[in-house]
């Protein structure tokens, strides 16, 4: 098993806001959680990191990664385990860059951070992840700053920089939700292929339950820091026992008998 997540809860000020939460995957699976704003998924997530925003803390439970507790993890454990062991994609991949430098400077940078990489080698690394997530003129690309980029563009930069060191887990928190409905569906695809490529399991939230069941082998559906469902993809949209799911399911066109989206 690649990931456990055992009864966590997490408190910010001391103060309870997720509670009881457990999941589990395996390598090479993909995990949705889907809820309203609020309920904890972004928490969720940066407990895995180890990176919780604030006051943030587990205060209960444990999370194994490869059956290492990683809680127990040295500062130097963490740094080689985040960016390439654990990767993350943000919401806006653009507040993640630096506004200031051009693309190829800080990935070049990052790639060289993480590595033995000479000059010449991450220029090259860089620019073949880049054109792995459908940027088309990764010299181009690796010459601009962020602002002269889309939202798209910025993201599948954000994308390529999380897989560059083929993790074995991508966390990604709305990766799309910063963006038009047509790009979101392009992106959505290029993600599951890249993915898939890399065998990588993945964690993607998202407020949307159809790229959850478009994506996902597993769902989980949080409700005011709690888990409300956990399951199977077809299980939790043929069968949904919460009627917080079914209300979420409701929402979502069905076409041809499949309720997603795509
Ligand atoms: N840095 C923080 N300080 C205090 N409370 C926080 C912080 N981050 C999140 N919370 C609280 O934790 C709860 C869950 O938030 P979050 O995990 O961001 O949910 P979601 O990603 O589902 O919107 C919310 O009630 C939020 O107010
Ligand atoms: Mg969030």
Redesign the pocket.
């Known amino acids: 098993m690649l990931l456990d997540v055992k009864k966590i809860a ?1 408190a ?2 001391g ?1 309870p ?2 509670e009881d939460v457990s999941f589990d995957l395996e390598a090479g699976e993909v995990l949705a959680i889907v ?10 997530i ?1 407990a895995i990191l180890g990176c ?5 803390k587990v205060n209960q439970g444990e999370i194994l990664f490869a059956g290492r507790n990683l809680a127990n993890l040295s500062n130097k454990e963490w740094l080689s385990l985040r960016g390439k062991d654990i990767a993350m994609i943000f919401q806006d991949s653009g507040n993640m860059l630096n506004p200031v430098q051009t693309i190829g400077r800080q990935f070049v940078e990052y790639l060289q951070l993480h590595s033995s990489l000479k000059k010449g080698e991450a220029q090259k690394k860089a620019s073949s992840l880049l054109s792995r997530m459908n940027l088309p003129d990764p010299q181009r690309v690796m010459e601009s700053y962020p602002f002269e980029l889309s939202g798209g563009m910025r993201q599948r930069v954000g994308i390529a920089m999380a897989l560059a060191f083929a993790p074995k887990l991508l966390l990604a ?2 990766p799309t939700s910063a963006l038009d409905v047509t790009t979101q569906a392009q992106i959505v695809e290029e993600l599951m292929q890249v993915v898939q490529e890399a065998g990588a399991a993945m964690i993607i ?1 998202t407020h949307n339950i159809g790229v959850a069941a478009h994506m996902a082998d597993k769902i989980m559906v ?1 409700s005011g ?1 709690r888990v409300v469902e956990y399951g199977a993809t077809a299980e939790v949209i043929d069968h949904p026992q919460a009627e917080y799911t079914r209300s979420l399911l409701a929402a979502v066109p069905e076409i041809g008998g499949h309720r997603y989206v795509g």
């Open positions: 997490i910010y000020q103060q806001m997720v809820g309203e704003s609020g309920s904890g998924k972004t928490s969720v940066r919780l925003s604030g006051t943030g928190d709305e939230v949080m820091g």
